[in-house]
């Protein structure tokens, strides 16, 4: 999963475009705050660049949400560009350093940078569930097992419905070869997403792993049946 952060709010949302349009620098950044919840990317920045031109007193807020909005349009280098604005602008601002961690992520998987980024959204903001998530799952990525447990270990202290970060757990799990505690995160996974056909898959890893054959046989089946087609093989192989 990318969580690539939230949107800042400021105010009520505008109930009507022709209200918001064309007034303040918040109207502005009002109405760029409901194209972005109705998918429209290109039409948010294009009110955060009006809002920018306005100077308004909360600049950095406005920075961030333009670079939010550039990171769904794989525009990173902007995005980038916009948090280091917003970073300037609030040095506390820890949403701006998680979205410039993510972003960096997404455009070089610069892991120094990344880290860095990710530690000072963390402490600033000791309670930024994603933030440990995103730094647990870089950690992974990078063959650091145990300390992308402990980022997740927290993650899902600080959210416990978060069932990508059990799944992410488990996978780490599955690495240092704790079967069983693997299991354990993809069953919690699967209780809050039923349907979560990777949770299966890895499920049925591990259970196969550690010697349940049949019971992976029959998470491999139910993989299958949501379109998870790279597990016939797997069936050929062990199940039939």
């Known amino acids: 999963m990318k969580s690539f952060g939230r949107i800042i709010l400021l105010g009520a949302l505008c109930l009507s ?3 918001c349009y064309g007034q303040t620098a918040v109207d502005y950044f009002k109405r760029g705050v409901s194209k972005h919840n109705l998918g429209d990317y290109r039409g948010a920045i294009e009110d955060y660049n009006k809002a920018i031109e306005l100077k308004p007193k909360n600049l950095a807020a406005y920075y961030y949400n333009r670079g939010f909005n550039k990171t769904f349009l794989k525009d990173y280098r902007g995005a980038i560009e916009d948090y280091n ?5 609030k040095p506390n601002f820890s949403d701006a350093y998680y ?3 993510n972003a960096n992520g997404l455009l070089n998987n610069d892991y120094r940078r990344v880290i860095e980024d990710y ?11 994603d933030a440990y998530f995103q730094r647990g799952n870089i950690k992974g990525f990078h063959k650091d097992y145990k300390g992308a447990i402990s980022d997740l270990n927290k993650a899902i202290e600080l959210n416990p419905k978060n ?5 992410s757990r488990g996978l780490n799990k599955i690495q240092l070869q704790d079967y069983i505690g693997a299991i354990a995160d993809f069953n919690k996974t699967l209780e809050l997403k039923p349907e979560e056909s990777d949770a299966l898959v890895n499920r049925g890893i591990s259970k196969m792993k550690s010697g349940q054959k049949a019971s992976a046989c029959l ?4 993989a299958l049946e949501l379109g998870r087609l790279e597990v016939i093989d797997i069936m050929k192989a062990y199940c039939y």
């Open 17 to 19: 475009i022709s209200i």
């Open 85 to 89: 604005k917003a970073i300037e602008l």
């Open 99 to 101: 979205g410039r961690g």
């Open 119 to 129: 530690n000072k959204a963390i402490e600033l903001n000791p309670n930024f569930s």
């Open 163 to 167: 069932s990508y970060a059990y799944n």
């Open 219 to 222: 998470d491999f089946s139910k």
